[in-house]
């Protein structure tokens, strides 16, 4: 008798077990499809938070139905990504646009951070910069420069003053970007949250050139302040397990002083046809988007179709940056090196991975 019911036991235990690993099995299954569906971002919702590093200003196309002071471009990198991974674009970026701004509204304008709902599936951020006067001070700064080098006696624009930004800006700074993180992970779970990083707008200390009329004193401000805010950025991407594109990082062999720039600086009688000022041009935008979009396929989305990005209209030849009239200047530092086709990205556990 022990015996048929220690045979019956077993008998019952492989039954269970067979059909938990059934059931296991068909879990697995749902999940697997599931992550399928997932991984091709063709027909989901995008929405891009940001700045006018994102908006695009005065790069051609200008995108029509946008609020006209945001200065949108259909060149931005949103667009640009938006068209190749076949995704529907909410574009909210606006150029002078802060923390506030994603927040709150501004003017006219809402709240940036409302385009985001639960059937969002990729938010893409660049903002905290004009927190800190980041590029704002580089517009002050050539004013600046560009007034102490007329002769004396000559009529000066009221340039206004470099504004070193203070640890509580910096604290600040780093709460509101956790604040928009949260919000976004709150409203859209399911959505994948890329913070991408300003680029890099100056060569490095003794590398500045004509179009990058800024003195050394006032580089070395916008300099440290470009770092903190990649550091805060890179912070707030791993509290809530988002990914960071270094811009930053993979623009630094490509600033207004290098031969293939992919920001604008400020040349001497610039007519503003590939952009806004100290600014990103086409070739940034191409950068910026071909950087998520190798990220996002990395991480497991399905591979973008082929690009058919619109060209900027009656687009000039590229600046070459040229050197400055000679002048006593520091020991120019060598260029950094590295490839521009392998940008340095963190992962969502904040370790660095190259392509």
């Known amino acids: 008798m022990a015996r048929f019911t220690s045979t019956a036991l077993s008998a019952a235990v492989m039954i269970s077990g067979t059909l938990a690993l059934s059931a296991a099995q068909a879990r697995a299954a749902e999940a697997e499809q599931t992550v399928a569906v997932e991984e091709s971002l063709v027909g989901q919702r995008y929405v891009a938070i940001g700045s006018s590093f994102a908006a695009g200003p005065m790069l051609p196309p200008a995108k029509s139905g946008a609020p006209a002071r945001c200065g949108q471009s259909m060149n931005n990198y949103p667009t640009l990504l938006a068209e190749r991974f076949g995704m529907i674009l909410t574009d909210r970026t606006c150029s002078g646009a802060t923390t506030n701004n994603v927040l709150g509204p501004w003017g006219e304008i809402g709240p940036q951070i409302n385009a985001v709902t639960p059937q969002t599936r990729l938010v893409t951020v660049t903002i905290g910069g004009n927190d800190l006067n980041y590029i704002g ?4 700064a050539t004013c600046l420069y560009r007034a102490s ?21 910096y604290a600040r700074d780093e709460m509101q970007m956790m604040e928009i993180a949260r919000r976004i992970r709150t409203v859209a779970p399911r959505a994948r949250l890329v913070f991408v990083q300003y680029l890099t707008p100056l060569p490095q200390a003794g590398s500045l050139c004509a179009v990058t009329p800024v003195s050394e004193d006032h580089a070395a401000v916008v300099r440290r302040t470009g770092q903190r805010l990649s550091e805060i950025t890179a912070r707030v991407a791993q509290a809530y397990n988002a990914i960071v594109v270094e811009m ?30 100290w600014h990103l041009n086409f070739a940034g935008m191409q950068a910026t988007a071909n950087d998520i979009a190798w990220w996002l396929t990395r991480s497991g989305v399905k591979a973008p179709r082929p690009t058919l990005t619109l060209q900027p209209q009656a687009a000039p030849a590229p600046m070459i940056a040229t050197p400055p009239p000679p002048a ?28």
């Open 137 to 140: 001070n580089l517009f002050t």
């Open 149 to 169: 080098q007329m002769p004396a006696g000559s009529k000066r624009a009221a340039c206004g003053a470099v504004k070193v930004p203070t640890e509580v800006d």
């Open 248 to 277: 930053n990082q993979s623009s630094s062999a490509h600033t207004p002083c290098d031969p293939l720039p992919w920001m604008i600086g400020s040349p001497e009688g610039y007519d503003g046809s590939q952009g806004l000022q």
């Open 328 to 355: 006593p200047r520091a020991t120019p530092t060598p260029a950094p090196t590295g490839s521009a086709a392998k940008p340095g990205i963190k992962s969502q556990t904040g370790v660095k991975s190259r392509r």
